[in-house]
């Protein structure tokens, strides 16, 4: 339930962060008299912050200014209206808007939410990033299975199973590596077990007797590895 909550809070700061950029594009787009609508749907919408980027990089070089005739935004070294055709004899300034604030707020927030997850990452022992290099890694995952093969790996690698009303009760392990050596390592809360699987000649059947009915977490240990194979299976 704590981690939830901590996800929770660090998602909706990342949401509140994004909510005061796109308040900062509109207003920033109407003090430019640019399309507003159409720039805050771009940098809300356009993937991996390159709405954003084509915002400053395009938009916010442009200068505009207002018909005195219709209001009409329009280019500042304009001599003509497009819209209603008059000549540009006089400046009409646009108001401008505060927006100082908003781009502050979005700073804050999102780094609160860096803050909030990188605390999180530390408190939170379980939790892992699966990094790393892998050479010819294939991975198998089902609710009963878990056979993983690579020729060498950097990455980390885990998942968790729920034992219920006892069961399962042996975990059988077929596994082998031509350099280094292999554990598998189960943990539930104060309850470890580290098992060498480095070559298993067969089927190793690890015990569950010990793992009260609850989630198991099972982590491979990688010792300086090479040409790693493991087919893990349970009911």
Not at 67 to 79: E, G, H, K, L, Q
Request: hydrophobic share 40%.
């Amino acid at each position: 339930m704590k981690d939830l909550i901590w996800i929770f809070t660090c998602f909706l700061l990342i949401g509140i962060a994004w909510i005061f950029l796109w308040r900062w594009t509109y207003k920033d787009a109407t003090n430019r008299g640019l399309n507003a609508k159409l720039w805050t749907l771009i940098v809300a919408f356009a993937p991996s912050g390159i709405g954003l980027l084509i915002y400053f990089l395009v938009a916010r070089k442009q200068s505009f200014i207002k018909c005195v005739n219709c209001s009409n935004s329009i280019p500042a070294d304009s001599r003509y209206c497009n819209k209603c055709g008059n000549t540009v004899t006089e400046i009409k300034i646009i108001e401008k808007r505060p927006t100082k604030h908003l781009i502050i707020g979005f700073i804050i927030s999102f780094l609160l939410a860096i803050a909030l997850f990188v605390g999180f990452v530390i408190n939170n022992e379980d939790f892992e990033f699966k990094s790393g290099y892998s050479i010819f890694l294939v991975e198998v995952n089902t609710n009963s299975k878990w056979n993983i093969s690579y020729y060498k790996s950097s990455a980390k690698f885990s998942r968790t199973i729920d034992k219920k009303d006892n069961q399962p009760s042996v975990i059988n392990i077929d596994a082998s590596c031509d350099e280094g050596q292999l554990y598998l390592k189960l943990t539930q809360n104060d309850v470890e077990e580290l098992v060498d699987i480095t070559n298993t000649n067969g089927t190793l059947k690890i015990n569950l007797s010990k793992f009260k009915n609850g989630e198991i977490k099972l982590k491979l240990i990688d010792k300086d590895c090479k040409g790693v194979g493991l087919e893990a299976n349970w009911e």
